[in-house]
């Protein structure tokens, strides 16, 4: 069972990872939509559908399948596991500034740029980066 938990939990991640990285991609392109138009409205279903059928349930699946994991595991005494759990809980809060912002522009509030989006979109690709390698090479 313990495999199939581990596949689950790979799969959660690979699918959480992919919409943590699309959302603000999407995002850099809604801002400079005019507010109200087509193109806009279109933006906020697409970053609705996206938070809500595939990064919240993705998240919860990763959360769940990682718990036990690391449970049977017998993890969390390893050093290693403590720096990647910081770094899941840090993703999680970057997950939730990111509902946040789909709350925003969802009721045309955005108050951010451009650049600010471009800027966080990288925020999910560091922490990810070293999310695998504590996994992988679990340097202490």
């Not at 581990?6 to 991609?25: D, E, N, S, T």
């Not at 400079?32 to 990064?55: C, D, H, N, W």
């Amino acid at each position: 069972m313990y495999e199939w938990i581990k596949a689950l939990h790979v799969i959660a991640v690979i699918a959480w990872m992919a919409g943590m990285l699309y959302l603000p991609r999407l995002f850099v392109y809604h801002c400079i939509a005019e507010a109200g138009s087509k193109q806009s409205e279109t933006f906020k279903v697409m970053e609705r559908r996206l938070l809500k059928a595939i990064i919240n349930p993705a998240m919860i699946l990763t959360w769940l399948a990682g718990l036990y994991l690391a449970w049977a595991g017998h993890l969390f005494s390893a050093r290693w596991f403590h720096g990647k759990l910081l770094l899941v809980v840090v993703l999680s809060g970057v997950h939730g500034f990111f509902a946040r912002f789909v709350k925003d522009f969802a009721a045309d509030r955005n108050a951010r740029s451009q650049t600010f989006y471009r800027i966080i979109n990288e925020v999910p690709t560091i922490l990810m980066i070293g999310i695998v390698i504590l996994v992988v090479v679990k340097p202490f």
